[in-house]
T-cell receptor, first 114, second 120 residues
Framework: IAGITQAPTSQILAAGRRMTLRCTQD?????MYWYRQDLGLGLRLIHY???????GKGEVPDGYSVSRANTDDFPLTLASAVPSQTSVYFC?????????????FGPGTRLTVL | AQKVTQAQTEISVVEKEDVTLDCVYE???????LFWYKQPPSGELVFLIR??????QNEISGRYSWNFQKSTSSFNFTITASQVVDSAVYFC?????????????????FGSGTQLTVLP
């Protein structure tokens, strides 16, 4: 049982390049999330998805897009990366997007934009 | 808007000492949920506990205990007889139950985390 996998583990990217971070879960959870973790700021929600076919904006969505074509996959795309998007990105999932369901997190992707 | 404050950025203790990690939250909702997550050096976040706003009973799980006090809007986490393996960043988080136009409802808001180092 893998839970949530993320790829790549880390990436160095030139500013202006397009990048897609991959996330796959095998728990059949309906809800999925993307967070970024920055020192001193904790985790901030970028985008979420209640269920396959739907997405929503979180606290810091600018510069990012997501899609949810099926239950398992929830890729995050940076259309044109900027240095301020240097961060550690975590994908998470929960059974449903309710306030009481705990979220399960992937191992993270460390992204550096130069 | 909901907010979580973890005033302790870093704490260092010697093994076997007890340590308390503070968490203070702000919310206008009467129904909400509080969480603690652990992030060890390996990087993944691990769920530790969930508490709803109607249950103020303290909880103990092995060496871990949680003190929830609505009167002071706090949800503190104590590790008794700390061990080196407890070294990690610990996050407190809040989720409100109401549905609002801002879209922030049902969103998990994290504190900035407390880096705990347990020295041998």
């Amino acid at each position: 049982i893998a839970g949530i996998t993320q790829a790549p583990t880390s990436q160095i990217l030139a500013a202006g390049r397009r990048m897609t971070l991959r996330c796959t879960q095998d728990m059949r959870h309906n809800a999925m999330y993307w967070y970024r973790q920055d020192l001193g700021l904790g985790l901030r929600l970028i985008h979420y998805s209640n269920t396959a076919g739907t997405t929503g904006k979180g606290e810091v969505p600018d510069g990012y897009s997501v899609s949810r074509a099926n239950t398992d996959d929830f890729p995050l795309t940076l259309a044109s990366a900027v240095p301020s998007q240097t961060s550690v990105y975590f994908c998470a999932s929960s059974v449903e997007r309710t306030p009481y369901n705990e979220q399960f997190f992937g191992p993270g992707t460390r992204l550096t934009v130069l | 808007a909901q907010k979580v404050t973890q005033a302790q950025t870093e704490i260092s203790v010697v093994e076997k000492e007890d340590v308390t990690l503070d968490c203070v939250y702000e919310t206008r909702d009467t129904t909400y949920y509080l969480f603690w997550y652990k992030q060890p050096p390996s990087g993944e976040l691990v769920f530790l506990i969930r508490r709803n706003s109607f249950d103020e009973q303290n909880e103990i799980s092995g060496r871990y205990s949680w003190n929830f006090q609505k009167s002071t809007s706090s949800f503190n986490f104590t590790i008794t007889a700390s061990q080196v393996v407890d070294s990690a960043v610990y996050f407190c988080a809040l989720s409100e139950a109401r549905t609002g136009s801002s879209g922030s409802a049902r969103q998990l808001t994290f504190g900035s985390g407390t880096q705990l180092t347990v020295l041998p």
